[in-house]
């Protein structure tokens, strides 16, 4: 893949996930404005945090799309390096789990604990750690066509 | 030039320093008072902690929802430290009158509350030697603690020696709004000089596992915490948290269809066991081995057989239980204060022994909870919203045409069924013992029968002729005064203090007004309110001449004697002023629509004065 190919993806995926999870944001807020007592009673207390966690989360991952779109776009051999790729792959994958796994933990809760929808949040924390990681040592990594130190 | 503006920010930066220091200084100057201050609070008043619980604070981060509709029932606020947010009366320096004169006064100084009062220790000290009372010297006490938020509050002061508590003798009346001697608000004949203290007779029901420790010296009473909480019910709960830490043993029992073995669930109990849970307090029992429970409090822990723990008292009509013989030795007057003579209870608090003679309970699956709920409900009676309809009696009663039943356009079952038989808080409460009007038991027990207390105009006889008609009972013999004179103004007038109560709370209760109208209690009522020889009685009979609609008057049933009459003339005179009623024998009304005063002070004279002491 080229790397205006891996940006214009990331901006898709960055423009996305901020469309869908302001929106997100934009329903919570009517959930509040029409005190809905299924997001707002205290005993649905666990709903109203994961929601809002999903909500905050899958909007900050449309954020770190558009800034990887932007490191590629400065950085183009990030699209060709297995470490470019593989963090490009994390993110995406971090960005359906960590927002999936908070409004499903919401969805159906226990007393005190969110729901098993949850337990996707742990492996979308750590593929999103996983991209960090992976884009940072892609930037390190000297570029094939890259001149010589003198 | 950099000189001055050096200067400038070593004076602008000491300024600063000394606004720090100050505002510092102001707030341990506030806090060292404040903090000493509760200090004090809390080693005059039950040491709180028990091993196993950990107090609700521990419950709410998981069940934020159970713990706030739980803090906003008065099972949270039965027992509190006395502070601005628990004291409901106003301490402003009032001298406060008792039946004797004697005179206690209140004040507020900061965020505590200070009572003066004759000692309580010295008049205990003169009742363990045989010396009377009084006179003992007045003190100041600080008042610690509070009993109840709902329809009354108590205050309990310090004692300089221990934790022992000793009440205020005066109670504030929380729907008038008025200061009342303690005395005043039981139903019991004058009782002269008494000392009531908390720590052994309020604590099991009013505290989380209580420890008495009277017998220790200095006393030493113990709590989990103060109020009824999350582990009177749930059980301790220190295991219940230290299981849960593990989210896999949280979720292992979110996925588990069993009840979670380190905590009670009320409403996973069966009937029987879950309803004992509120028979830890709301029964007439008594603890097997005295002894033990003052030195380590009660054995019973949500979930076990409460009759393991206590002595589930029944009457003997209803039960064989040689052990009470001992208690009635004690007390010959120990079911005559809490039960009719057959066996039904006849004081508020002790719903689950009235439960227990119950057919519903007996035979079928009736609980508390299947009327009340302890969470989300309205904290006024805690009722399940099934409770607030004929729902709860429905689902196992099903009857083709309700209206045919109960011959009346809109009647609810618990009308006919708990009428309020009982007394307890200065009113007229439903009986918990389920079951139907039945004028052979009311002749022969004197507890009214559910159609005369709506039925306030009518005499038995009347409603003997309709229970004939509409249900076949079989007359019984009536004595020639239920032929012509109502029931409820015969109970008013001429029966006991418990009857009389009972008649004065239903003579103006908004279904009776409705069913027998309104314009004639008031001559009846205000003869209650200022001639009936007891306080209560003579209370709930001024709260219904409050409720008629003409005269509107208030006679102060706490007024001396010689007021109440002056009050009771006057309001007759204006009574007699207003529209007049139509003639009715049966309720004291004359041919010429005036009030019987002859008829009246005839039923007066044969009132039974034997003395009742309603242990609520």
Known sequence: MTADALAARHLRHGWLCLLVFLAAGLALESLHGLKVGAYLDLGHAVRRHMWTLAHAHGALLGLVHLGLAATVRAAPHLATSSHGRAGSLALDAASVLLPLGFFLGGLHHYAGDPGLGVLLVPPGGALLLLAALRILLGLNSVPPDSPEPP | ?616
């Open chain 2, 1 to 616: 030039m950099r000189s001055v503006r050096r200067r400038a920010l070593l004076v602008l930066a000491a300024l600063a320093l000394a606004a720090a220091a100050a505002s510092v200084a102001g707030r341990l100057a506030h806090h060292g008072p404040a903090r000493r201050s509760d200090v004090a609070l809390a080693r005059r008043t039950p040491a709180l902690g028990r091993p196993g619980y950990l107090g609700s604070g521990a419950c709410a981060p998981c069940h934020p929802a159970a713990h706030a509709t739980w803090a906003a029932s008065y099972h949270r606020t039965m027992t509190q430290r006395a502070g601005p947010g628990a004291v409901l009366a106003p301490f402003d320096g009032r001298a406060l009158v008792g039946p004797g004169g004697d005179v206690s006064r209140v004040e507020r100084r900061g965020d505590e509350f200070w009572a003066e009062l004759r000692d309580p220790e010295a008049r205990l000290a003169r009742a363990d030697a045989g010396s009377p009372l009084e006179p003992v010297p007045k003190v100041w006490r600080r008042v610690v603690m509070t009993t109840g938020s709902h329809h009354m509050q108590v205050y309990w002061v310090e004692s300089p020696r221990d934790r022992r508590l000793h009440a205020l003798p005066f109670a504030w009346l929380i729907d008038q709004a008025r200061w009342v001697p303690v005395e005043s608000t039981l139903l019991r004949p004058p009782q002269g000089d008494v000392v009531y203290t908390w720590n052994r007779a309020c604590l099991p029901c009013h505290a989380v596992a209580g420890e008495p420790r009277v017998d220790a010296e200095p006393i030493d009473t113990r709590v989990a915490e103060l109020g009824i909480a999350c582990e009177a019910c749930h059980g301790p709960g220190e295991a219940h948290v230290a299981a849960h830490r593990s989210p896999l043993a949280r979720y292992r029992t979110h996925l588990s269809r069993e009840p979670d073995p380190t905590i009670v669930d009320p409403a996973r109990l069966d009937h029987r066991r879950s309803s004992e849970l509120c028979g830890q307090c709301h029964s007439v029992s008594r603890y097997p081995d005295e002894p033990a429970f003052l030195a380590h409090g009660d054995t019973y822990r949500p979930g076990a057989a409460l009759g393991d723990h206590r002595q589930l008292v029944r009457h003997p009509v209803r039960a064989a239980q040689p052990w009470l013989d001992a208690a009635l030795d004690e007390d010959p007057e120990y079911l005559a204060g809490r039960m009719w003579s057959d066996g039904h209870v006849r004081v508020t608090g002790r719903e689950y022994t009235a439960l227990l003679e119950t057919p519903c309970h007996q035979r079928g699956a009736l609980s508390c909870l299947t009327c009340h709920q302890m969470h989300g409900a309205d904290p006024d009676d805690q009722l399940a919203p099934a409770a607030r309809t004929d729902a709860a009696c429905t689902t196992c009663h099903v009857l083709q045409d309700s209206r045919e039943h109960t011959r009346h356009a809109a009647l609810a079952c618990v009308d006919c069924h708990m009428p309020r038989t009982t007394y307890g808080l200065l009113k007229a409460i439903r009986s918990h013992v389920i079951d139907s009007p039945d004028l052979a038991t009311t002749l022969a027990t004197g507890r009214p029968d559910a159609c005369s207390l709506c039925h306030v105009d009518r005499p038995l006889a009347w409603t003997a002729d309709h229970l004939a008609r509409g249900y076949g009972h079989p007359r019984p013999d009536l004595p020639p005064e239920h032929e012509t004179t109502s029931a409820a103004v015969l109970w008013a007038i001429r029966g006991d203090a418990g009857q009389r109560a009972l008649a004065a709370d239903a003579l103006a209760h908004p279904q009776a007004r409705a069913a027998a109208g309104a314009d004639w209690q008031a001559p009846l009522l205000a003869h209650l309110a200022a001639f009936d020889p007891y306080d209560a009685v003579r209370q709930i009979a001024a709260r219904s001449l409050r409720a008629l609609p003409n005269p509107a008057a208030d006679l102060d049933p706490l007024a001396p004697p010689e007021a109440r009459a002056r009050l009771a003339a006057e309001l007759l005179a204006r009574w007699r002023a207003g529209p007049r009623p139509t003639p009715d024998p049966a309720r004291l009304v004359t041919p010429s629509g005036d009030h019987d005063a002859a008829a009246l002070a005839a039923l007066a004279a044969l009132r039974d004065d034997r003395p009742i002491d309603l242990k609520e």
